[in-house]
């Protein structure tokens, strides 16, 4: 089964950082998806973690452990328009399908 | 190049009313991903089709909803009869296989339906 936890809410300074963390607990693990979603718009891809460590992207890194079910997203420099949901999904190895977590709604302040 | 593409965009319909959802695929993936995003259930997996065959369809609701994937560049998302609580957004997505397991999700703009 598929158990994907992220906090609901966050709130930021335009400049500042932000982590959101995500647990999961899916059988057959085999990676870990980061999306980032508009208000009224379609997710779209953020990074990818299948090993333990950290995937640095720009202003964007994700973090997985393995061991600990256990991931995040960071933020850099925010900017306003970085003010979106931003999803965790798991990947399951035996037929590759992604399970969303709820979505974390991060709003970046001026 | 033409990402993934939905119709309608906004569908207004009365329950019991049959709806029909399209996608367009982008060309060459070979995967094809119907979800389901509401407030209080997040983003579900409906269904998915590899090479135009389902594979999965155990995140379906009930025997109201039914998908086709007929040829590599179309598929619909039915219900009928559609019911009040069938109302929210609608995400077709594709991916390629090419890519390997890590194969990234291109979700199309969406369909929101609200069943009266």
């Known amino acids: 089964g598929q158990n994907i936890d992220q906090p609901t809410e966050m709130t930021a300074t335009e400049g500042a950082i932000v982590q959101i963390n995500c647990t999961y607990q899916?059988?057959?693990?085999?990676?870990l998806f980061w999306y980032q979603q508009h208000a009224g718009e379609a997710p779209t891809f953020l990074s990818y973690?299948?090993?333990?460590g950290l995937e640095e992207k720009g202003r964007f890194s994700s973090f997985l452990s393995r061991s600990k079910g256990y991931s995040y997203l960071l933020l850099k420099e925010l900017q306003m328009k970085d003010s979106a949901s931003y999803l965790c999904?798991?990947?399951?190895?035996?037929?590759?399908?992604?399970?969303f977590g709820a979505g974390t709604t991060v709003t970046v302040r001026a | 190049d033409a990402g993934v593409i939905q119709s309608p965009r906004h569908e207004v319909t009365e329950m019991g009313q049959e709806v029909t959802l399209r996608c367009k695929p982008i060309?060459?993936?070979?995967?094809l991903f119907w979800y389901r995003q509401t407030m209080m259930r997040g983003l579900e997996l409906l269904i998915y089709?590899?090479?135009?065959?389902?594979?999965?369809d155990s995140g379906m609701p009930e025997d109201r909803f039914s998908a086709k994937m007929p040829n590599a560049s179309f598929s619909t998302l039915k219900i009928q009869p559609s019911e009040p609580r069938d109302s929210a957004v609608y995400f077709c997505?594709?991916?390629?296989?090419?890519?390997?397991?890590?194969?990234?999700?291109?979700f199309g703009e969406g369909s929101r339906l609200t069943v009266l």
């Open positions: 973690n299948v090993l333990d």
């Open positions: 999904a798991a990947q399951r190895i035996d037929d590759y399908k992604l399970s």
């Open positions: 899916t059988s057959g693990f085999n990676g």
């Open positions: 089709f590899n090479n135009n065959v389902p594979i999965d």
């Open positions: 060309s060459g993936h070979d995967y």
């Open positions: 997505a594709s991916s390629l296989t090419g890519t390997g397991p890590t194969g990234e999700l291109f």
